[in-house]
């Protein structure tokens, strides 16, 4: 279109008046393309509006072909407070009597046989276990401790298919160059593989593997098989960066336990340039600048400078310009100002060394099978991180310390004797067999004075249901889809437990299908029977803003009103449910229940009115449910390729899918774009018409205001040319 004009200034006619009327009467085949799309557009969302209803009845049909909608059951116990049940979809309509319940499962309990403290005292749950030991009343015979810079050995267990696995037991430590074997065998039931040590990540062959000294991740050339194993043996320093400030001079190392000559590798203190603002001077690069770098190693030559010495009596290191300790008990690293060294704000502390660790050995006995674990232990780790250590491993037991007792607690996280004890005749305990063997693990057995011989409980639940006498590992149990759970022991009275199909929640399940088809199909007459007007197209810009808001809305309610009157496919779709749920199902079995009439499912009557709507016959139906409800489940949901055979909810899903289908085609949906249904299409070619048409309307324009211009300058060389003309007459007179 034209940018600003000023025109009519030599004729005095109103020209973008005449240009705008002009360009009206142009427009007129240009408005009625804008109206086409619009229609298009109300149209395709009109159908996309019953698709989606087609998709949620196809939806809530699924849930109709669910055992669980059909067969779910209801059980009733006579005395809740000693039995209760629950019953799943698989369970029969049966009556189950509790004549007796000798004992509960209980699960195996083991105590600490004495204090654990000495002298009456108690250990400090909280302090290093390492620093602690000494507290115990079984010290020193109580721990065997390991250097980690001596070897770790480690084996990782394979729960799910991969290549990649992390080590567990290195803690945050760093492996020492050349301490792991250059191959590792991967153990599987279905045989073991052998794999050899590759330098480089990049390009693993299917037998190699790689590991990362920093990381402890284990990278293997192939994916391991799940419940597959290996074993790893290293050696690790850790390596702890703290940072300094000032109203500081003790700093905690991360492990405790430090001992021998060469347990603090290296102690380096590195101080830094500072501004006048006393933030740190960083060089060209970015790097801080160093001020001073002071170095402590308890190896290499000690007249090079400075150097830790190791106390072995306190188990200290202290640096030879008396600047710095270690106390290896607690890891803690204490400063002090002397004439050579001062600590100051922001200093870098770097610590490489090796600390003690030991390990916890038990075998379980669980509902799996035995289960042997080893459980690596710090010296940093304190007493209450090890309870938790020993409840979260798989040990299957939960620890616990008592303080009042001062004792050690472990109960098998499972009920039940899974270690075979043996019982008399009159079910008195004959011979314990232990569930808990603590393997002579020193730790267990000296330090927390756990003995087998103190194991109580891991009894199997004993009781008489039907007439049987039986027994369970868990107070828990099922029993042909009922769930018991036995409460308390009792021989005095029975209880009766009772399963039943649970009618209401059924009935509720069909009720809700049948109401949600009710409400696709009304909506869906009420679409194709609306009624169309003609007179009522989409109204163009320049109407609408003659128009109200209101008036608006009320023009375009008609205007959208019987855009898919009488479509093919929607119709087709309601006669072909209507077929659908009144064909009978000729599933296998003699029942009478093969069709919705007989089990009190009907059109209504006033057809004309609710267009095959359904009612239900709620006594009818749940007699139906309570006669045979297998027959209930198969008349909506038998699986069969013949149509005759086929379940009414799997029959409407397949109408329902073929429906929405061929909607799609013709009106697409949010995933799809314009060239791939027949809608889009049109709007697409509309689309370029109406950019054709916008082009010749602007050409339109112009020529007009050029005609318009070419006239206003000829009117204008007349009116000079006349004016010339009495300017001459004029002076012609006075002459």
């Known amino acids: 279109m034209a940018g600003l004009r000023i025109s009519g200034l030599a004729t005095g006619m109103d020209i973008d008046s ?30 996309r509006e019953m698709n989606t209803l087609l998709l949620s009845l196809r939806e809530e049909s699924l849930n ?86 001596e070897g770790v050995d480690e084996t990782v267990e394979v729960s799910r298919a991969g290549k990649t696995f992390k080590l567990a037991n290195l803690s945050g430590g760093t492996i020492i160059s050349g301490s792991v074997s250059n191959s590792i065998l991967v153990e599987h039931e279905d045989g073991n593989v052998e794999f ?47 940072t300094a400030s000032t109203d500081k001079n003790e700093y905690q190392l991360t492990q405790a336990g430090i001992t021998g000559e060469n347990g603090v590798k290296t102690l380096k203190v590195t101080t830094y340039e500072k501004n006048a603002d006393g933030t740190i001077k960083k060089g060209a690069n970015g790097a801080p600048i160093i001020k001073k770098s002071s170095e402590y190693k308890t190896t290499g030559d000690k007249d090079a400078g400075t150097f830790l010495v190791y106390d072995a009596t306190k188990e200290t290191y202290t640096s030879n310009d008396g600047a710095v300790t270690i106390d290896g008990h607690t890891g803690k690293v204490t400063f002090n100002d002397t004439d050579n060294f001062k600590l100051e704000q922001g200093a870098k502390i770097e610590a490489d060394y090796s600390y003690n660790y030991f390990e916890i050995k038990m075998e379980t006995s669980t509902s799996k099978g035995k289960v042997q674990e080893s459980l690596k232990v710090n010296g940093g780790d304190s007493f209450d991180s090890i309870m938790s250590k020993i409840s979260n491993s798989d040990f299957g037991v939960s620890a616990f310390y008592d303080e009042y007792s001062d004792k050690v607690t472990l109960t098998r996280t499972e009920t039940g004797d899974f270690n075979a004890n043996e019982y008399n005749l009159d079910g008195t305990l004959k011979t314990r067999n232990t569930e808990m063997n603590f393997m002579n693990d020193p730790f267990m057995k000296n330090l927390l004075q756990l003995h087998g011989r103190n194991e109580k409980g891991g009894e199997d639940a004993k009781f008489t249901i039907n007439g049987l006498e039986t027994g369970r590992h868990s107070n828990s149990f099922d029993v042909n889809g009922v769930t018991f759970t036995l409460k308390e022991t009792f021989s005095d009275t029975s209880v009766k437990i009772g399963t039943k199909t649970d009618t209401d929640k059924v009935y509720e399940n069909i009720k809700k299908f049948v109401d949600k088809y009710n409400e696709t199909i009304e909506k869906v007459n009420k679409k194709i029977g609306e009624e169309t007007f003609r007179d009522y197209a989409p109204l163009t810009s320049e109407q609408k803003e003659a128009l109200s808001e209101k008036e608006v809305e009320l023009w375009e309610e008609k205007a959208k009103s019987g855009l898919i009157r009488r479509d093919q496919t929607l119709s087709g779709v309601l006669d072909k449910m209507r077929n659908d749920f009144y ?66 909810a799997r029959r409407l899903r397949d109408s329902l899918t073929t429906a929405i289908q061929s909607i799609e085609e013709t009106a697409g949906n949010d995933i799809k774009t314009n060239s791939q249904f027949t809608i889009g299409k049109n709007l697409d070619d509309i689309e370029d018409r109406i950019s054709d048409f916008e082009r010749k309307l602007g050409q339109a324009e112009e020529r007009y205001y050029k005609q318009f211009t070419a006239m206003e300058q000829a009117i204008q060389k007349m009116n000079q040319q006349s004016s010339y003309m009495m300017q001459q007459l004029g002076m012609s007179q006075q002459q």
């Not at 009327?21 to 408005?31: I, Q």
């Not at 050899?196 to 593997?209: I, V, Y």
């Not at 069709?595 to 095959?612: E, R």
């Not at 309570?626 to 699986?639: I, S, T």
């Open 18 to 47: 005449i240009v705008k009327d002009l360009m009206r009467a142009e427009r007129v085949p240009f408005d009625k393309i804008t109206q086409k799309k619009q229609t298009l557009e109300w149209k395709r969302d009109a159908y």
């Open 196 to 242: 050899t040590r590759s330098l480089s990540k990049d390009d693993l062959a299917e037998n190699e593997f790689f590991i990362d000294e920093k990381t402890g991740i284990v990278t293997f050339g192939e994916d391991l098989k799940a419940d597959s194993s290996f074993n790893l043996t290293y050696q690790y320093t850790q390596q702890d960066s703290l």
């Open 583 to 648: 064909t009978p199902v000729n599933f296998e079995g003699d029942s009478e229940y093969k069709q919705l009439t007989a089990i009190g499912i009907t059109t209504t009557n006033l057809y004309n009115v609710n267009k095959g709507k359904l009612e239900i016959d709620e006594d009818k139906l749940k007699e139906a449910i309570n006669n045979d409800p297998d027959a209930v489940y198969k008349l909506f949901a038998n699986d069969s390729e013949n149509y005759s055979e086929k379940g009414i």
């Open 64 to 149: 109709m072909r669910l055992p669980s909608s059909f067969l779910s059951k209801v059980s009733t116990s006579s005395n809740e407070a000693r039995i209760t049940a629950v019953s799943s979809a698989a369970a029969g309509n049966s009556t189950y009597t509790f004549e007796k319940v000798d004992r509960l499962a209980s699960a195996a309990t083991n105590a600490s046989e004495n204090s654990i403290s000495k002298d009456g005292e108690k250990i400090d749950t909280k302090a290093s276990i390492y620093s602690l030991q000494s507290k115990f009343a079984g010290y020193p015979a109580s721990i065997e401790w390991k250097r980690t810079d």
